[in-house]
Structures are given as C-alpha cells and as structure tokens.
C-alpha cells in the first residue's frame, strides 16, 4: 500500500505550487494557441507523471497504471458520447434534415439572440439533465453552427449556457456522488443546491445574451429573458426542494421552452438581431454562414417533423439510459468491472482528506449497454434507417465520423488521464487542502474549490467526489454547515465546466473549428472565474449575512 502524500516538500506553498504544475502547464498551452490540444495533452500528461513520480513519491508503477486507466476512461464514456453524437449530427446533415431543422427553429424566431436562449441554454439543459458528461454542448455547438453562428459564437456561448444545470446533469448523477462520500442525505444536499443556483440560472441567461451582443442588444430582449430565467429558476428551486433532484434539469428545461416558444407568440423585439457573429471581437466571424431567402420559406407539417424526428428520438433514448431502472437492466446483462492490478486498492487516501485510511479503487467499469453513448448510438441508427439510409452507407457515415473525431478523442483521453492520476496520487488533495486553509473566508474560497475540482476534471461528479468530504471535514472544523459547504462545492463547479480542457474540446470538435482550443478557452475564462466568484460571495452570503437560507430542511 502507498500513503498518499499531501505536503511532499514540508513546505505547503511549494507543495501547492507544484500540484499545481500539471493543470497549469495543460492550460497555458491551450491558451497559447502554438500547440495543438492533442500535443498540450499529452505534454501536460507526461508533466503530471514527473511531478507524481519524483515530487509526491508515487511509485512510477502506479503512476503509469493510473494514466492508462484515465486514458481508456476518456474513451468510454466521455469520448464515446462525443462520437455518437457527432454522428447523428453528420446523418442530420446529409439526409437534409438538419437544414430542415434550422428552418424550424428560425420559423420561431430569425432573432440571433432568441435563438441562443432556446438552443443553448433552455434545450442544451434538457440534455444536460437526460445525459450530461458533454452531451449538451456536443448537440448545442453542432445546431448553432448549423444555424450559421460563428465558431467561437457557437462554441464560446454553448459553454457558458451550460451551467446553470451542470449541478443536476445526468438524472442528478452530481448529488448522488456528493452524498456517497460524505454520508450526507441527497435530498437535502439536492435541495440545497436548489437554493443556490436558481439565482444564477436567471444571471446566466443574461449573461449569455450579454456575451454576445452586448449591453443594448441584451437590453432589447429582455422580457424574452426575463421569461427564460424565471420559467427556468422557479422550477428549478421547487423540483429540488419539494420532489426530488432526480428530474429538476428535466422538469425546468420543459417549462423553459415552453414558457419562451409561447411568450414569443405574443412578443418579438423591435429590431432583429441578424448577426451571427460575437459583438465584440470575433476571429472566426468569417466562418459564420447568412441567413438566406431558402432558410425563410415555411416547413410543411411533414417537414417539420422530419426535422425534429431525430432529436425527439435522441430525447426517447436519453431519457430512457438515463433512469436507474434501464442501468441496472442493461448492466445485468452485460457488465465487466476490470479491477486494475497493482493499482486497484494499493493506494490510500489519508487524515485530514478523510477521517480515517481509505483505499482508493481503481475499477474500469466496461458497462457498455448502459453508456449514454450506447444509447445515442442507437438513436443515431434508428434515425438514419427511419431517414432511408441504408446499413451500408450508415457504417461508412461511422467510418468517416471517427476519422473527423480522431484527434479530439485522444485529447479527450490524454485529459482523463491527468485527471484520474492528479485523483489518484494526491495532487488534487494538496490543492484542495490549500483551499480548505483560509478560515474565515472559506465560504468563498471552498466555493471556487468546486469551480477548481470541476476544472481540472471536468466532471462536477468528480469534483464532488474528490472534494466532498473535504468540504464536509473543513466545515465541521469551521462551525459552518457540512450540508451548505458541500452543497457548494457542487454549485461553484458548474461554473469550471465551461473552461475544463475536455469540455473545450467537445466545443471544438461539434463546431467544426478544430485547432483552436486555445482562442475558446481564452474567451470563456473570464467568464468562468467571474461567475465562480460571484456563487462564493452568495454562498458566504449563506453562512454569514443570510444563515436561514442555508437551513437544513426537516
């Protein structure tokens, strides 16, 4: 067995520093924009080793083992949804039906900005709350760039809608992870959650729109927002305290749409917002395809449905792998945990992470029937075959999406891979615990904890599950709530996902704009720590100005 080590230097500024290392080195080489994603990934991943092997003394056998499993973990399942659907996307395409689709969606609204809140925001969460782990920004990035959005429009803004909802994603797979590690009630955690972030979902939209055309031209759809983030929020608040938090992305998705489709039947903005590009600064502008006179003429009832077949396929499918029900009926008939040798149970996780020695497991769970991948494999197949493809030219469109998607599921995998290993070693730990050292201010900094845990891993399950009982633990320590701080360290994190290197490339990879990482995560960064700060603020808010917000329910 190997102790995790948590101040290898006896120094914690320095041991922090070089945690730090790997996830720095990752991101300022996206940033730069000189080196690929791929080739960032796999540096940042061999810096990760060095630093675990010869700083935090793991031993290079587990080092390597840890990096592998990360790399087949990227694969399946983060790197098989992204496939699957990309390749609906291209059947969509070359059946027509998605040209079909933008000409219903534009029969709503032609306004850019309304748009974006149905796409990107109100449908991206409906996906996000059916399937999560990259599945809204694959869809969303791939409509709006069908649309005609530019790029880094497309990309930039899809990543910044998904939010809100991260917390609740996947049938609220982030609060089942965050009470399995700290013992804490998921309804209360989920009900917690419940009275952070519905501010935030009425902020984001704004933000959103803000983002995108500026000051005056979010002004001049406001009401449209307004709407948006109400018939958003208020359900989001209600489903996660007074049903469950299972269903509240599903729930407050549903009545979203409808709330804005039905509004704006009776409102539209005074002038149309045409542009498909970013207001401010947008190199990828060039790329944005105009509206044409084809776009404009009117869908027969037929059409219409033809174009919303697939994804109402893809909302059947994503529902149905979503329930806990379909999983443990799938994972029955097939399911292959492959325990790591040498790396399954050989590592412990140590006082004060946790109260007592913990082993840390290292399983490849091979559940194939069950990945939300497999599920939109098969939407993808009945679409296409529904759509009059034959079983041939179906493998070829396949043959051909992998090849498109090829750089980019190595990227995906070379990240998994530093962030299972930075879990693994301990080097997420140290981080952790240098955030946990700030006393008074922790509400803040425990907050962007989450933000910094759903970053590097680019996962708020994992963050959860990486830092959740720490924040418990910290808490305790503080006199502050465990089920406030831990319902935090969810809540901040929704605002990593949009700068975490896999959810960049998943942008990247639906939009089309391969090689340009780096201009994405520059663009979305500020956005990123902005928000981050203001859930921390609110959060202290919570446990000193305003306690009774942050009650435990009865």
Request: glycine share 10%; charged share 10%; aromatic share 12%.
């Given at each position: 067995m190997w102790n995790q080590i948590y101040n290898p230097l006896d120094n914690e500024v320095l041991s922090t520093i070089a945690a730090a290392i790997p996830a720095v080195t990752l991101l300022v080489l996206i940033a730069s924009g000189k080196v690929k994603a791929h080739i960032a990934a796999v540096i940042a991943l061999i810096v990760a080793n060095l630093i675990t092997i010869f700083i935090f003394t793991m031993p290079a056998g587990l080092s390597i083992r840890a990096s592998l499993l990360g790399v087949v973990t990227g694969f399946f399942p983060i790197g098989w949804i992204v496939l699957n659907v990309i390749y609906l996307y291209r059947i969509t395409v070359e059946s027509g039906r998605f040209e079909l689709l933008q000409r219903a969606i534009g029969g709503v609204t032609e306004d850019r900005r309304l748009q974006l809140l149905l796409i990107a925001f109100s449908f991206g969460a409906f996906f996000e709350g059916a399937s999560g782990f990259g599945t809204p920004v694959a869809i969303t990035g791939a409509i709006l760039i069908g649309l005609g959005f530019s790029p880094l429009a497309a990309s930039g803004l899809s990543l910044i809608a998904n939010t809100a909802p991260v917390a609740y994603g996947a049938l609220g797979t982030p609060i089942q992870g965050l009470a399995s590690v700290t013992g804490l009630d998921p309804y209360v955690l989920g009900a917690m959650v419940g009275r952070q972030l519905p501010l935030f979902s009425l902020i984001v939209p704004f933000w959103v729109i803000g983002a995108f055309a500026g000051w005056r031209g979010m002004i001049g759809v406001w009401p449209a927002i307004l709407v948006t983030g109400i018939?958003?929020?208020?359900?989001?608040?209600?489903?996660?305290?007074?049903?469950?938090?299972?269903?509240?992305?599903?729930?407050?998705?549903?009545?979203?749409?409808?709330?804005?489709?039905?509004?704006?039947?009776?409102?539209?903005?005074?002038?149309?917002?045409?542009?498909?590009?970013?207001?401010?600064?947008?190199?990828?502008?060039?790329?944005?395809?105009?509206?044409?006179?084809?776009?404009?003429?009117?869908?027969?009832?037929?059409?219409?449905?033809?174009?919303?077949?697939?994804?109402?396929?893809?909302?059947?499918?994503?529902?149905?792998?979503?329930?806990?029900?379909?999983?443990?009926?799938?994972?029955?008939?097939?399911?292959?945990?492959?325990?790591?040798?040498?790396?399954?149970?050989?590592?412990?996780?140590?006082?004060?992470?946790?109260?007592?020695?913990?082993?840390?497991?290292?399983?490849?769970?091979?559940?194939?029937?069950?990945?939300?991948?497999?599920?939109?494999?098969?939407?993808?197949?009945?679409?296409?075959?529904?759509?009059?493809?034959?079983?041939?030219?179906?493998?070829?469109?396949?043959?051909?999406?992998?090849?498109?998607?090829?750089?980019?599921?190595?990227?995906?995998?070379?990240?998994?891979?530093?962030?299972?290993?930075?879990?693994?070693?301990?080097?997420?730990?140290t981080l952790g615990l240098a955030f946990a050292a700030t006393g008074v201010f922790y509400p803040f900094f425990g907050t962007l904890l989450g933000w910094l845990g759903v970053a590097l891993t680019g996962s708020d399950t994992s963050s959860n599950v990486l830092f959740g009982n720490l924040q418990k633990i910290t808490s305790q320590q503080l006199g502050l709530s465990p089920v406030l701080m831990a319902a935090a360290n969810s809540s901040g994190g929704v605002m990593g996902k949009m700068i975490d290197a896999q959810s960049i490339v998943v942008a990247s990879t639906a939009t089309n704009w391969y090689g340009h990482e780096g201009t994405i995560l520059r663009y979305v960064f500020i956005h990123s720590i902005v928000l981050a700060c203001l859930v921390g603020l609110f959060v202290t808010l919570q446990a000193y100005v305003y306690p009774f917000t942050a009650m435990v329910l009865g």
């Amino acid at each position: 067995m190997w102790n995790q080590i948590y101040n290898p230097l006896d120094n914690e500024v320095l041991s922090t520093i070089a945690a730090a290392i790997p996830a720095v080195t990752l991101l300022v080489l996206i940033a730069s924009g000189k080196v690929k994603a791929h080739i960032a990934a796999v540096i940042a991943l061999i810096v990760a080793n060095l630093i675990t092997i010869f700083i935090f003394t793991m031993p290079a056998g587990l080092s390597i083992r840890a990096s592998l499993l990360g790399v087949v973990t990227g694969f399946f399942p983060i790197g098989w949804i992204v496939l699957n659907v990309i390749y609906l996307y291209r059947i969509t395409v070359e059946s027509g039906r998605f040209e079909l689709l933008q000409r219903a969606i534009g029969g709503v609204t032609e306004d850019r900005r309304l748009q974006l809140l149905l796409i990107a925001f109100s449908f991206g969460a409906f996906f996000e709350g059916a399937s999560g782990f990259g599945t809204p920004v694959a869809i969303t990035g791939a409509i709006l760039i069908g649309l005609g959005f530019s790029p880094l429009a497309a990309s930039g803004l899809s990543l910044i809608a998904n939010t809100a909802p991260v917390a609740y994603g996947a049938l609220g797979t982030p609060i089942q992870g965050l009470a399995s590690v700290t013992g804490l009630d998921p309804y209360v955690l989920g009900a917690m959650v419940g009275r952070q972030l519905p501010l935030f979902s009425l902020i984001v939209p704004f933000w959103v729109i803000g983002a995108f055309a500026g000051w005056r031209g979010m002004i001049g759809v406001w009401p449209a927002i307004l709407v948006t983030g109400i018939s958003f929020a208020v359900p989001q608040f209600l489903i996660s305290n007074y049903i469950n938090p299972w269903i509240v992305d599903i729930g407050a998705s549903l009545i979203s749409m409808a709330c804005l489709i039905l509004f704006l039947k009776v409102w539209q903005p005074k002038e149309l917002w045409l542009s498909p590009a970013l207001r401010t600064n947008d190199p990828s502008a060039d790329l944005a395809r105009p509206r044409t006179d084809a776009d404009r003429k009117p869908l027969t009832q037929a059409q219409l449905w033809g174009a919303l077949l697939p994804w109402i396929l893809v909302c059947i499918f994503m529902l149905v792998w979503g329930t806990g029900a379909f999983k443990t009926w799938a994972n029955a008939i097939f399911s292959w945990n492959y325990q790591v040798p040498d790396l399954h149970n050989q590592i412990n996780k140590v006082a004060p992470v946790v109260a007592k020695p913990t082993p840390e497991t290292a399983v490849f769970a091979f559940t194939y029937l069950s990945f939300t991948g497999t599920g939109m494999l098969l939407a993808a197949i009945v679409s296409g075959l529904l759509m009059g493809f034959s079983p041939a030219r179906l493998i070829a469109e396949y043959g051909r999406t992998i090849k498109v998607c090829s750089i980019s599921l190595i990227t995906i995998s070379a990240m998994l891979a530093i962030g299972t290993l930075t879990r693994l070693s301990g080097v997420d730990a140290t981080l952790g615990l240098a955030f946990a050292a700030t006393g008074v201010f922790y509400p803040f900094f425990g907050t962007l904890l989450g933000w910094l845990g759903v970053a590097l891993t680019g996962s708020d399950t994992s963050s959860n599950v990486l830092f959740g009982n720490l924040q418990k633990i910290t808490s305790q320590q503080l006199g502050l709530s465990p089920v406030l701080m831990a319902a935090a360290n969810s809540s901040g994190g929704v605002m990593g996902k949009m700068i975490d290197a896999q959810s960049i490339v998943v942008a990247s990879t639906a939009t089309n704009w391969y090689g340009h990482e780096g201009t994405i995560l520059r663009y979305v960064f500020i956005h990123s720590i902005v928000l981050a700060c203001l859930v921390g603020l609110f959060v202290t808010l919570q446990a000193y100005v305003y306690p009774f917000t942050a009650m435990v329910l009865g």
